[in-house]
């Protein structure tokens, strides 16, 4: 959609290139094409292999170096970097502030807030800064900061109390672009009831023609889903008029998920075995 705007010439999203068994091929592609003037490019950096997000860190300079050699063939430089989410941040920051390119940011979550939240949890400092390395992404946040001519926040409480605990935030340079729907194409059809038909849905249902009860999110503590299963399972009224329809992302082996997601799982199929949700 950007790229089709008058006054855009070209886009290109930049990530990494990964060469998986575990994800799609598509992610080894070095260029692909979105059509008429934007492009996804994957650049190698690090291992080979997929890495989450709190592995990444070791690696964003070398990232950083391929982006600066590719754009630095190119006839023209681009008018604009928009990072998104920390590690982008970074490496948004020394991409820009090596070929003075202006940069915007956009952090999506922000590490002091996530670390805020995880210790109100009751998580040990220790064991937050081992899965999370929060001390490595707030540092490579305060660093697109600093570097960053515009930052987009979610909400006015994102921009007057999240972005503030940063030292190097700067209010006049933030804007709030409200994420959400338009509710003028989006809204509930009169006299209509959705029910869910999805082949990979309809196994599962007893009675799908009662309209779901949907979530869709990662299988992360932060979530809650257990609250919801356990609130669902506890309505008598929920149960007999409703599915519910959690949407938590792939697996195919629990072995194979990381620590987190494979605990909330095996909490939900608990739940799911003591209110006999099946």
Known sequence: SLAARPEVDRVEVVTRQIHDRRVAPDYGQARESLGP??????????????LRKEQLWPHLDELADALTAHITAQPRCPDWIHAHYADAGYLGAVVARRLQLPLVFTGHSLGREKRR????????????EAHYALATRIEAEERALAQAQLVVTSTQHELDHQYARYHKFRPDRAT?????VDSALFHPV???????NHPLVAPFLRYPQRPPLLAICRADHRKNIPALLEVFARSQRLRENHNLVLVLGCRQDLRQLDKPPREVLLQLFELIDRYDLY
């Open 117 to 128: 939240r995880l210790l109100e949890a009751g998580l040990d400092s220790q064991q937050i």
């Open 37 to 50: 003037n934007a492009a996804i490019l994957r650049f190698p950096c690090g291992p080979r292999r997929y």
């Open 190 to 196: 009169a006299g209509e009831t959705e029910t869910l």
């Open 176 to 180: 709030v672009i409200s994420p959400g």
